[in-house]
């Protein structure tokens, strides 16, 4: 079993909090992260993927959840009756202690307002994403407080990466879900991702929606995983699918509920200017993005210029992996000025300090790489930490004050 960087955050939560959801799309590791909790805490385990328990729940929830006051609950696939959630606050209420019940969800429960509110103040959410590469190769990661230390040069100078171009390539590829990790038959993964897609589109989406069409839903997912990292055009993708704008929208929203896709805001010295920017749009792993889009290796040889989508997607979701277990808790934007400079991720500290990254795919970097890092640098003032090109070389390079070339790999090794 992998070690996951999530669960002492996890264990913190579940001794001050007593409700604790833990979301996050099938197939990422949260039933098995759960069910090591229970074997720790002697908490009972139910999952309401079991028909005859989601039927007792959904006979009698008040009773249901009163047979287990005198100990801890695990209520796995929550999603699949989010109505428990009213009784579960008067059960709370009742006897109001920590770690009383740990739920799973494969689908956002904040898409449920008035479910979600009902549990307001008793509540904390996680999510956990697929395997980080962290987790994968067992070690721990501490590249985003790295990057946020006030001191030095975040540990950079004088460390080369391990691992070859080749290698984040094979990591890209292989993407985060533990059931592929390891797995080389192209014929398999891709009978796995084709029912995985089914079981999440024509299940966890109903549980939250009564859309009657989810092969429109697989249509916009193939669409978007296209327009990778781009900023989000309602009119372009509407066209696409023939797909009036107000439905696309409610698709898109649901991909982004049930952990397919997600939206990076853009990020402005202005708070007031973020919300009319454009976001972009990401896959949530670079394997799925990956069958999507058809890209295996024989592909890559005779059209190369596609790692460049596939390590960038990499590298989001491990920024976004290691945001959700870091202490210094950052938000990840994107950044784009009028004039065309860009910058592929800003991470965004509470106390509002930045940092910049830009993602190559190539093997060798220069100075013209880091011109969007040097309009951030320009634009954020005291704010601006340091600016890092990740790219597949093996050295790190400065390449001025805050400014350095790290190689891919040094995200988690």
């Given at each position: 079993m992998y070690r996951r960087s999530l669960l002492p955050l996890v264990?913190?939560?579940?001794?001050?909090?007593?409700?604790?959801?833990?979301?996050?799309?099938?197939?990422?590791?949260?039933?098995?992260?759960?069910?090591?909790?229970?074997?720790?805490?002697?908490?009972?385990?139910?999952?309401?993927?079991?028909?005859?328990?989601?039927?007792?729940?959904?006979?009698?929830?008040?009773?249901?959840?009163?047979?287990y006051r005198d100990r801890p609950l695990i209520l796995d696939e929550v999603q699949r009756f989010p109505e428990l959630l009213l009784p579960m606050k008067v059960e709370v209420d009742r006897g109001?202690?920590?770690?009383?019940?740990?739920?799973?969800?494969?689908?956002?429960?904040?898409?449920?307002?008035?479910?979600?509110?009902s549990l307001a103040g008793r509540m904390r959410i996680l999510t956990l994403w697929p395997l980080s590469q962290g987790e994968i190769a067992g070690v721990d990661e501490r590249f985003i407080e790295r990057v946020f230390d006030r001191t030095g040069d975040a540990g950079f100078s004088g460390q080369d990466a391990l691992m070859e171009g080749g290698d984040v390539l094979s990591a890209a590829l292989q993407g985060g879900y533990p059931e592929r990790v390891g797995k080389t038959n192209a014929t398999q993964n891709r009978s796995w991702y084709q029912s995985y897609l089914s079981t999440i589109l024509e299940r966890d989406v109903r549980d939250i929606s009564d859309i009657q069409a989810p092969a429109d839903l697989l249509r916009l997912l193939a669409l978007v995983a296209t327009r990778h990292g781009s900023l989000v055009n309602y009119s372009d993708l509407s066209r696409g699918l023939g797909m009036v704008d107000t439905t696309l929208k409610r698709y898109l929203a649901l991909l982004e509920k049930v952990f397919l896709v997600r939206r990076v805001a853009a990020w402005s010295a202005n708070l007031d200017k973020r919300v009319i920017k454009a976001p972009k749009l990401y896959l949530s792993d670079s394997g799925l993005l990956a069958h999507l889009l058809g890209i295996d290796r024989e592909r890559l040889r005779y059209d190369p210029g596609l790692a460049g989508p596939l390590i960038e997607t990499m590298v989001y979701t491990e920024l976004l992996k290691q945001s959700g277990w870091s202490a210094v808790q950052p938000s990840i934007h994107?950044?784009?000025?009028?004039?065309?400079?860009?910058?592929?991720?800003?991470?965004?500290?509470?106390?509002?300090?930045?940092v910049g990254i830009e993602v190559k795919a190539a093997s060798d970097v220069g100075a013209q790489h880091f011109k969007g890092l040097k309009v951030l640098q320009e634009v954020a003032g005291s704010r601006f930490l340091r600016g890092i090109v990740l790219y597949r070389g093996r050295e790190v390079v400065p390449f001025g004050k805050h400014l350095w070339a790290v190689p891919i790999p040094m995200l988690w090794l």
């Open positions: 264990r913190e939560t579940l001794a001050d909090s007593p409700v604790v959801l833990l979301q996050g799309a099938r197939q990422t590791g949260k039933t098995t992260l759960v069910e090591k909790l229970g074997e720790e805490t002697g908490a009972a385990y139910q999952s309401l993927d079991v028909a005859t328990t989601l039927a007792a729940v959904r006979a009698d929830p008040a009773g249901f959840l009163a047979s109001r202690r920590p770690g009383r019940f740990l739920l799973t969800g494969s689908a956002s429960l904040l898409s449920l307002p008035r479910l979600s509110e994107h950044f784009r000025t009028a004039g065309q400079h860009e910058v592929d991720f800003v991470l965004e500290r509470p106390g509002g300090e930045i």
